[in-house]
């Protein structure tokens, strides 16, 4: 249970990139937002269970059927949020939802998940940048409906897909704000890698901050009208570029149980 901890990064991701941003320039050419949700996380009277039917912060209701998939939950929430008070054109979110970079290669940062070709380019783009290479999941959104519940509007998980990291961002597409849509919408999943780089004798030590940094100045750049991001990798205390590139809130509802 030590290295739950390290559930928090994709948060840290997320606040080191804002810091970055906003610390290296007095006026952005773009308003930049930041949600961190953050819940505490124990097992007691109050954890949730396989059956549970949630209510989201959007109205949705969510069937648990993995009480192990509750990141992606409070995510649903800050997105959702996102959509009622700030109406964005894009949106990028950095999670630890699951360990599916690790399957896919040991020295990939994250997988990822973009409909738009355009918009996955420019997330490649900035793994190649920085080497902090990045793989990308299948964009096809038609498979939702492993994550159709037939008592909410969703259920947290697929029902019986091993395709983890597939299931967590078919569920967060649901609550993707409609103001960009899930065309200007990236899922950046940085997984074990952000867990165990403090420990590792690899290189990923702050994995996600340099490729997160690089991923917002293009998007945003591009929501903001073409401004081009810097072409040198971004200058973060502990960064060190490589010399070779690297290949909520929610109610319970009764139990169904």
């Keep these: 249970m030590y290295g739950m901890h390290g559930d928090k990064s994709g948060a840290a991701v997320a606040a080191a990139v804002m810091r970055h941003l906003v610390a290296g320039s007095e006026?952005?050419?773009?308003?930049?937002?930041?949600?961190?949700?953050?819940?505490?996380?124990?097992?007691?009277?109050?954890a949730v269970r396989p059956g549970d039917v949630l209510t989201a912060y959007s109205?949705?209701?969510?069937?648990?059927v993995n009480p192990d998939a509750e990141g992606r939950l409070i995510m649903a929430d800050a997105m959702a949020f996102a959509g009622d008070r700030y109406r964005p054109d894009v949106v990028v979110d950095f999670a630890t939802l699951t360990g599916t970079s690790?399957?896919?290669?040991?020295?990939?940062?994250?997988?990822?998940?973009?409909?738009?070709?355009?918009?996955?380019?420019?997330?490649?783009?900035?793994?190649?940048?920085?080497?902090?290479?990045?793989?990308?999941?299948?964009?096809?959104?038609?498979?939702?409906?492993?994550?159709?519940?037939?008592?909410?509007?969703?259920?947290?998980?697929?029902?019986?897909?091993?395709?983890?990291?597939?299931?967590?961002?078919?569920?967060?597409?649901?609550?993707?704000?409609?103001?960009?849509g899930?065309?200007?919408?990236?899922?950046?999943?940085?997984?074990?890698?952000?867990?165990?780089?403090?420990?590792?004798?690899?290189?990923?030590v702050g994995a996600g901050v340099a490729l997160g940094v690089r991923i917002v100045e293009a998007l945003g750049a591009g929501a903001a009208g073409g401004l081009k991001p810097s072409s040198s990798p971004?200058?973060?205390?502990?960064?060190?570029?490589?010399?070779?590139?690297?290949?909520?809130?929610?109610e319970r509802s009764p139990s169904s149980h």
Excluded at 238 to 245: F, R, V
């Design 27 to 46: 006026t952005l050419p773009y308003d930049l937002v930041a949600l961190l949700p953050a819940v505490e996380n124990l097992v007691s009277e109050r």
């Design 102 to 180: 690790q399957s896919v290669h040991p020295d990939a940062t994250a997988v990822f998940y973009a409909e738009s070709d355009a918009v996955s380019a420019q997330v490649q783009a900035a793994g190649e940048a920085t080497g902090e290479r990045v793989w990308r999941m299948p964009p096809w959104g038609e498979y939702a409906y492993h994550t159709d519940s037939p008592v909410a509007n969703a259920r947290n998980d697929g029902w019986s897909s091993p395709a983890g990291g597939y299931m967590a961002a078919m569920f967060l597409r649901r609550f993707v704000p409609s103001s960009c």
């Design 182 to 204: 899930p065309a200007a919408w990236v899922h950046v999943d940085i997984g074990r890698n952000a867990l165990d780089s403090a420990s590792s004798a690899g290189p990923f």
């Design 59 to 64: 109205g949705a209701t969510v069937e648990v």
């Design 234 to 250: 971004p200058k973060i205390a502990g960064y060190k570029a490589h010399s070779t590139p690297l290949p909520a809130t929610f």
